[in-house]
């Protein structure tokens, strides 16, 4: 899902985040970020649910534009979703407990399984290292995964892979 | 999706195939196999909209058991199938032209993107072939999808990669 919280000085900040039902409980494994800084703040995020592939490659690495989200009860969550859950959080260190506050659902679709889509997710996991670590490892599985993107993909999981490369710099 | 088709003895038949939009019209690339022989005999074929892993395990590496359908018309659905639409088929060589008759939306969910679930589907298309060619290359591509749903699969996901590894031989 995307990850939607608020700095202390009201900015608004997208990411994806990968969510675990355990024991009853949700919780997410957030590493140092943005998103971390601003739950320690605030207490608060909200679980976006999208299927758009330029969304997650947006949300992964770059700033999310203001405009792409809208406030409920002052909380951001984005215009584009098609559900959202606004969480109290409680964490020790990076483990973060979601308990729901508020839920939302905009788009109540049959979605079949986008093996595209997936392959846009897999090969964003692996672009947020590759920024970081430039290891070729990565690189590769970013290539393997828009093999897919081209065999098992619409446009819009190719626009999102275009955007992709754009910003690894390939 | 899940196909499902029926054969000239009423035997019915399951298998994940991958459905393409392209120019306005919906098709799918189906290789030699007892779908596509079925398709040839009776001009038609379902497809079934499900988030069950282990139902795409098992209709790619067995024959689904009898009492998994239902009869929809004489014709064969997925009890389990979130939702499904039977189509008129037309085909030439191994491209299936489809041309929906009638459909049904049994469960209508609002799904977040599921890594696990995602990575028992690519372990699946890599189990299909490992089967036929016992190539390595497969087999550690669904070792490397096996890691991820480890880290990010829920119950499901990882009864389906059990039996995954059965089914393979490992």
């Known amino acids: 899902v995307i990850f939607t919280t608020i700095s202390s000085d009201g900015i608004p900040n ?30 608060m995020a909200a679980a976006n649910i999208t299927y758009d592939p330029v969304i997650f490659v947006r949300a992964a690495l770059t700033d999310m534009e203001s405009n792409r989200f809208y406030y409920e009860d002052g909380f951001p969550v984005l215009k584009d979703a ?40 897999e090969a964003t996991v692996h672009a947020t290292r590759y920024v970081v670590l430039r290891e070729n490892e990565y690189y590769s599985r970013i290539e393997y995964n828009n093999m897919i993107v081209k065999k098992c993909g619409g446009v819009h999981e190719k626009e999102a892979m275009k955007l992709l490369y754009e910003l690894i710099g390939k």
Chains 1, 2 share one sequence.
């Not at 009853?24 to 957030?30: M, T």
């Not at 409680?90 to 997936?118: A, D, F, S, T």
């Open 82 to 121: 098609a559900g959202w859950i606004i969480f109290d959080c409680k964490w020790r260190e990076n483990i973060v407990e979601l308990l729901p506050l508020k839920g939302k659902i905009i788009q109540r679709e049959i979605m079949p399984i986008n093996r595209g889509l997936n392959a846009v997710i």
């Open 14 to 43: 997208a990411a994806p985040i990968g969510i675990h039902l355990e024991e009853g409980g949700l919780f997410a494994r957030i590493y140092p970020s943005k998103t971390l800084e601003n739950i320690k703040i605030n207490k």
